[in-house]
């Protein structure tokens, strides 16, 4: 019997532009999945918790899926206890997961909660899994340096695919919109701790003063008592506190150090 791999997919979202993507380690879970498929002569599946509508799943079909299956959940609800059904019912041997989304909660924590309700082993931050034979999986860890660490794993387990596997292959529009996209009734249950949060836009850090960096004690004074090169400077002897101030609170909005 084939071995039955899903790989599990969210919506990313670009950290510069925050435009919706393809997520970054998502892709290479998928890409792994695929490279399974050809070397064990598996079956993967790729599977998505919430709207079937959205367009960023078409990028990850075009990367040579011919179905994505999709849970449809709805914002509030909890993708876990979906995910877990589903995952038992189709008899899934291997899950694989990026470590956290880019969207939503980015907790990291769902293959955890994952392979808590199933019962499996979980394996963190895998680069790449080397081969499965008699049911045990070899598989290399990635570690801090470019490090790897070789496990063995029985199946089935869950794994969370590292930025160190290899990147996802591009995607292809027109075979993405040709792509059959599967939605899926699931049981729903509210997470009534997302529920009462309120969301809003992070600001930006403020940005700080150039600080001359000196090693010695010598190059310090040297940087304290050294006469100013530039000639936007100005010196306030005779001015009141108030003007004084003022010039101070214009050179930091000028810095941005406050807004």
Do not use: C
């Amino acid at each position: 019997m084939p071995l039955n791999v899903v790989s599990l997919v969210s919506v990313g979202r670009h950290p510069q532009s925050g435009r919706q993507r393809r997520a970054e380690q998502d892709g290479r879970a998928v890409e792994l999945g695929m490279n399974l498929k050809v070397v064990q002569n598996s079956q993967l599946t790729v599977l998505h918790a919430g709207a079937s509508s959205e367009p960023v799943l078409r990028t990850y079909a075009g990367m040579g899926l011919p179905e994505l299956k999709v849970l449809e959940l709805a914002e509030q609800d909890d993708a876990v206890p979906a995910l877990g059904d589903y995952l038992q019912s189709a008899n899934a041997d291997i899950v694989l997961t990026g470590v956290r989304a880019e969207s939503g909660e980015s907790s990291g924590m769902v293959p955890y909660l994952l392979a808590e309700q199933l019962g499996w082993p979980l394996v963190p931050r895998i680069a790449d899994i080397v081969s499965i034979d008699d049911g045990v999986a070899e598989i290399l860890l990635a570690l801090p340096r470019g490090q790897r660490r070789a496990v063995s794993v029985p199946l089935p387990f869950v794994a969370s695919v590292d930025n160190a596997a290899a990147e996802a292959r591009q995607t292809a529009y027109g075979p993405g919109m040709r792509a059959r996209i599967e939605g899926n009734k699931a049981v729903t249950e509210v997470d009534e701790v997302r529920a009462g949060w309120q969301e809003s836009d992070a600001k930006p850090r403020p940005k700080r003063l150039k600080v001359v960096k000196a090693k010695t004690a010598a190059d310090r004074f040297k940087a304290a008592t050294a006469k100013p090169q530039g000639k936007a400077g100005k010196v306030m002897k005779s001015e009141s506190a108030k003007e004084q101030a003022e010039e101070i609170f214009k050179l930091l909005l000028e810095e941005k150090v406050i807004k």
